[in-house]
């Protein structure tokens, strides 16, 4: 994952807020799922980046997002990365992680409410996104 230490139960999980996060490069981390104990399992971790896409689908994915959302001063509380993600897919056929998603939103400029969960809410319109639906 990164450099960050985390703390892991007996069976191997952590808490949610251990393994979701921002690190120093502004590049998140995400759990994959939470578990029936609502802990992360370290095996099912999500750091796949836009760097891991080709370099087409990472234009068509920011264009998408750029000619799509438009940034807003609050977040969409109706709308977490992974269902944006899906949206995204339903719209270019282009298949992300919930973690590739929030990582080509931090790049177009997008801010989360809390780093530490694993589905984010961000400042995109509501606007927008009923437009594609």
Request: proline letters at 2%; a positive charge.
């Amino acid at each position: 994952m990164c450099d960050k230490s985390i703390k892991v139960d007996r069976n191997g999980c952590a808490s949610e807020k251990d393994l979701c996060f921002i690190d120093k490069k502004g590049l998140p981390h995400s759990a994959g799922y939470l578990n029936k104990y609502d802990m992360c399992e370290l095996d099912k971790l999500d750091n796949v980046l836009m760097t891991n896409l080709s370099s087409d689908k990472r234009r068509i994915v920011h264009e998408w997002i750029r000619d799509t959302f438009n940034p807003i001063k609050t977040y969409n509380v109706k709308h977490s990365t992974y269902s944006l993600k899906e949206l995204l897919e339903r719209k270019t056929g282009i298949y992300l992680t919930n973690n590739q998603m929030k990582d080509a939103l931090l790049n177009m400029g997008y801010i989360c409410q809390n780093e530490h969960k694993i589905n984010w809410l961000v400042n995109v319109s509501e606007m927008g996104i009923k437009y594609v639906k």
